[in-house]
């Protein structure tokens, strides 16, 4: 009989108590506001755990300047006192050792840390990349501003009733910013937050209905999986997943949860089913094959693999290039799937302002002949309509699309690339982007399939990467679809469970086209997961390669267009620019 493994818990698992953390609550005094150009004149910082103070630390350093008229009347600080205080080099190490393996607090955090961050760099010193809390941002979370106005410290000071009041010295509001963020702790207290991870992740826009229910998540395990919240009819509400299934589902009721819709859900939820998986890989194909299957209303990814488009090249004596929604067994050469029909017909202009295939619909006669279009009197087509191109001279270029999505697609890129250079050199610089956004949907999908058809073609994969504590998660793969995954404890032999997993693998009759067993997302997830630097083939069955000559060699040209729109479009995803909401001011 096998013993069982003892297991230590993780902290991620278990959440830090409050009153376990150790924090150090630090404060800067400066010559001025930028880290780059100016220099640390004092360093203040207190060390708490559970409310008690632990230590003080504080020094003035000798910065390499001399301090500017207006600072020294603010802080206090003038050369004089500096001139025999430690250097930088000397202070900054000595802080580092006080703080080490706390987490950092600080009223306005970016601006002390991004001062300690940057005299890490000017000495050589590596930065520790705390854990770090801002009482400023926390405030303004909490707050309303009826209680306080603004959320400087002397008001915060103020407020909480703090012991010392802010002065402008780094010990001094240091002292102030403790009290500060013991009186934010207790305010939190009283809402549910008891950990370090939910007072990272504090929202004011978690309403009372959803701390509420926030005992839906305590009976669920720590494991990794996926989480489906259902309502009262046991409907599925959202689906999603976690590497650890109680802390991700707990932030839904206490934490950061800004989306109007999940707190819409949230309170339409009455449990949440767990499905424990192996791997957090397992988690990730498991999500999304439950979003396909059940499609909540509260999902908006992943709920309809069946819109997927495809341009297909079609089998018949004079081909032309469609737009579909399904893969069928014809004969037919695919580019796909696309996202949505934009980019598809995006792909499509590509191919046709490199290869003179036929834009017209009708299906065109070996014998009888068929009017012309404008485009062969523009000598944009080779008019097999009007037999002027027989089957076998347009066979070429149909070949050449062949030879394009399935290996290389370098005279499509030469072609495109030769247009973008004339009208740049024209100045026609938005015709030369329309150019450049169409030959990046056509090479981007291209290396995509590659990729994807390289790992379908493959029989049977099985792969396997090692876990923080020294096992190995084991993944099983066929034709690109996840059949099996399992977890080998520290210190087993992998083999026997190899067999295991293989033996006990789903069965998989590959279907038509480049995708044959799977969806593009799932197999693009378990590719993702095997191309990892250190996942290790275990064993395969069959021939798992790409075109040396693929799209995926024009990867730095796709690197350069991203480049150029971001450039042009600066402010185009906004999701970084998202404000910090404070509570509502109270009406009567």
């Known amino acids: 009989m096998s013993l069982a493994i003892p297991h230590q818990a993780t902290f991620d698992e278990l959440?830090?108590?409050?009153?376990?953390?150790?924090?150090?609550?630090?404060?800067?005094?400066?010559?001025?506001?930028?880290?780059?150009?100016?220099?640390?004149?004092?360093?203040?910082?207190?060390?708490?755990?559970?409310?008690?103070?632990?230590?003080?630390?504080?020094?003035?350093?000798?910065?390499?300047?001399?301090?500017?008229?207006?600072?020294?009347?603010?802080?206090?600080?003038?050369?004089?006192?500096?001139?025999?205080?430690?250097?930088?080099?000397?202070?900054?190490?000595?802080?580092?050792?006080?703080?080490?393996?706390?987490?950092?607090?600080?009223?306005?955090?970016?601006?002390?840390?991004?001062?300690?961050r940057a005299g890490c760099d000017r000495l050589g010193l590596v930065w520790p990349s705390y854990e770090h809390l801002d009482t400023a941002r926390l405030a303004r979370r909490i707050l309303t501003r009826d209680e306080a106005p603004n959320c400087k410290l002397s008001t915060l000071a103020r407020l909480f009733k703090a012991g010392t009041t802010p002065c402008h010295r780094a010990l001094a509001d240091a002292q102030a910013t403790t009290d500060v963020l013991h009186g934010l702790i207790a305010r939190l207290g009283n809402l549910g937050v008891h950990s370090l991870e939910e007072l990272s992740t504090f929202s004011a826009q978690v309403t009372p209905?959803?701390?509420?229910?926030?005992?839906?998540?305590?009976?669920?395990?720590?494991?990794?999986?996926?989480?489906?919240?259902?309502?009262?009819?046991?409907?599925?509400?959202?689906?999603?997943?976690?590497?650890?299934?109680?802390?991700?589902?707990?932030?839904?009721?206490?934490?950061?949860?800004?989306?109007?819709?999940?707190?819409?859900?949230?309170?339409?939820?009455?449990?949440?089913?767990?499905?424990?998986?192996?791997?957090?890989?397992?988690?990730?194909?498991?999500?999304?094959?439950?979003?396909?299957?059940?499609?909540?209303?509260?999902?908006?990814?992943?709920?309809?693999?069946?819109?997927?488009?495809?341009?297909?090249?079609?089998?018949?004596?004079?081909?032309?290039?469609?737009?579909?929604?399904?893969?069928?067994?014809?004969?037919?050469?695919?580019?796909?799937?696309?996202?949505?029909?934009?980019?598809?017909?995006?792909?499509?202009?590509?191919?046709?302002?490199?290869?003179?295939?036929?834009?017209?619909?009708?299906?065109?006669?070996?014998r009888l002949l068929s009017p012309a279009c404008v485009l062969a009197e523009m000598r944009r087509c080779g008019a097999p309509c009007q037999h002027e191109e027989s089957a076998e001279q347009y066979a070429v270029h149909a070949q050449a699309f062949r030879a394009a999505v399935e290996g290389d697609p370098?005279?499509?890129?030469?072609?495109?690339?030769?247009?973008?250079?004339?009208?740049?050199?024209?100045?026609?610089?938005?015709?030369?982007?329309?150019?450049r956004d169409r030959l990046a949907a056509f090479v981007r999908t291209a290396a995509r399939l590659q990729r994807l058809s390289a790992l379908t073609r493959v029989p049977e994969l099985v792969a396997a990467r090692p876990t923080a504590d020294l096992g190995w998660d084991i993944s099983v793969v066929r034709h690109g679809r996840l059949v099996a995954a399992g977890l080998v404890p520290r210190g087993a032999h992998p083999l026997p469970y190899v067999d295991a997993l293989v033996a006990s693998a789903e069965t998989v009759l590959p279907g038509v086209g480049p995708l044959p067993a799977a969806t593009a997302e799932e197999t693009h997830c378990v590719l993702r997961w095997l191309e990892a630097s250190d996942t290790r083939l275990v064993r395969i069955d069959g021939t798992w390669a790409s075109p040396a000559f693929g799209a995926g060699a024009h990867r730095g040209w796709l690197d350069l267009a991203d480049e150029g729109r971001a450039a042009a479009r600066p402010f185009e995803d906004r999701r970084g620019l998202r404000p910090i909401a404070r509570p509502a001011r109270a009406t009567a």
């Open 15 to 116: 959440g830090r108590p409050l009153r376990d953390v150790t924090f150090v609550v630090v404060d800067l005094e400066t010559t001025g506001g930028s880290a780059a150009a100016c220099d640390i004149t004092e360093i203040g910082a207190v060390k708490v755990r559970g409310g008690e103070v632990l230590g003080e630390f504080q020094t003035l350093v000798n910065p390499a300047g001399s301090i500017p008229p207006f600072i020294a009347v603010l802080t206090g600080i003038t050369d004089a006192m500096v001139a025999g205080a430690p250097r930088l080099d000397q202070a900054l190490p000595a802080f580092l050792e006080f703080s080490r393996g706390a987490v950092l607090v600080a009223h306005n955090a970016p601006f002390d840390l991004g001062f300690l």
């Open 410 to 435: 370098s005279a499509i890129v030469a072609a495109l690339t030769a247009r973008i250079t004339g009208l740049s050199r024209d100045q026609r610089f938005e015709d030369a982007a329309a150019q």
């Open 209 to 366: 209905a959803q701390r509420r229910k926030r005992h839906l998540a305590d009976a669920l395990p720590t494991d990794p999986g996926v989480y489906l919240f259902k309502d009262g009819q046991g409907r599925v509400l959202y689906v999603g997943k976690s590497r650890n299934l109680r802390t991700r589902v707990r932030t839904y009721f206490t934490a950061s949860e800004m989306r109007t819709r999940m707190a819409e859900m949230v309170g339409l939820a009455d449990r949440v089913d767990p499905v424990v998986c192996a791997t957090p890989l397992e988690a990730e194909v498991r999500e999304l094959r439950l979003i396909a299957e059940h499609r909540p209303r509260y999902n908006r990814r992943s709920k309809f693999p069946e819109r997927t488009v495809w341009v297909k090249l079609t089998a018949e004596a004079f081909p032309r290039l469609s737009t579909v929604r399904k893969v069928l067994d014809d004969g037919a050469t695919y580019l796909g799937p696309f996202a949505s029909l934009r980019t598809a017909e995006l792909a499509t202009a590509a191919v046709h302002e490199a290869l003179p295939l036929r834009q017209c619909t009708q299906r065109l006669s070996l």
